[in-house]
């Protein structure tokens, strides 16, 4: 079955600093790759996505991520993240043709000043 | 305008009573979704609809009851509540299947 592992259940990052929140897929076909954010009390919100083509994808809010078949990863990246950023963030995966999305367990990001 | 609208938002009720929670979008979508998300943020997708069809039932307790009357609405009734229950229920809505989620704010569920 198709699986997605979220390593680090939290962070803390520094406003400003950067982040990267990893990502890592199960082997099968090719994936659809997906970031999704929630803020607290909030639904999810799509950041970026990744279904083919330039494996480095930009999304909204500044982030972006980068899709390594090599090492079946999609992680999210941000240079500088600012308080707002403070979520629960989910890395998901489905299959071409396939109704069902994965969801990993989720990042926790924390924002200290 | 919300694209994907649930309510109620909160939901306080004792354990054996009934309740019904109910989901609309207006992004003309084809395909819309039940997911639960427990204490731990864990989410886990419960039904799919596509065009009123259902299309995925999850290992769902048969207590839990989708109605879709039309595509841009999906109700989710369910009997007999159990303190397991107790989650934070979210609807979805897809253009495609297995494409990019659009979700609603979540219903949140107590069972005492």
């Not at chain 2, 819309?32 to 943020?41: A, T």
């Not at chain 2, 609807?91 to 989620?101: N, P, Y």
């Amino acid at each position: 079955a198709q699986s997605v592992t979220q390593p680090d259940i939290h962070i803390t990052v520094s406003e400003g600093a950067s982040l990267e929140l990893r990502c890592n897929y199960s082997y099968g076909a090719t994936p659809y790759l997906f970031w999704y954010v929630q803020s607290p009390g909030q639904g999810l919100q799509l950041l970026l996505k990744y279904f083919s083509g330039d494996t480095l994808v930009q999304g909204i809010k500044g982030f972006e991520a980068e899709f390594k078949r090599s090492q079946s990863s999609f992680n999210l990246r941000k240079p500088s993240v600012h308080w707002s950023d403070a979520a629960e963030y989910f890395c998901v995966r489905s299959n071409f043709g396939n109704e069902k999305l994965t969801f990993g367990t989720g990042t926790r990001l924390t924002i200290i000043p | 305008d919300t694209a994907v609208s649930q309510t109620p938002k909160y939901l306080v009720t004792q354990m054996g009573n009934d309740k019904s929670i109910k989901c609309e979008q207006n992004l003309g979508h084809d395909t819309m979704y039940w997911y639960k998300q427990d204490s731990k943020k864990f989410l886990k997708i419960m039904f799919s609809y596509n065009n009123k069809e259902l299309i995925i039932n999850e290992t769902v307790p048969n207590r839990f009851s989708p109605k879709s009357p039309d595509k841009a609405h999906l109700n989710l009734h369910i009997n007999s509540l159990e303190l397991g229950d107790s989650a934070v229920y979210f609807c979805a809505s897809s253009q495609v299947e297995a494409g990019e989620l659009f979700f609603g704010e979540g219903s949140r569920l107590t069972v005492l």
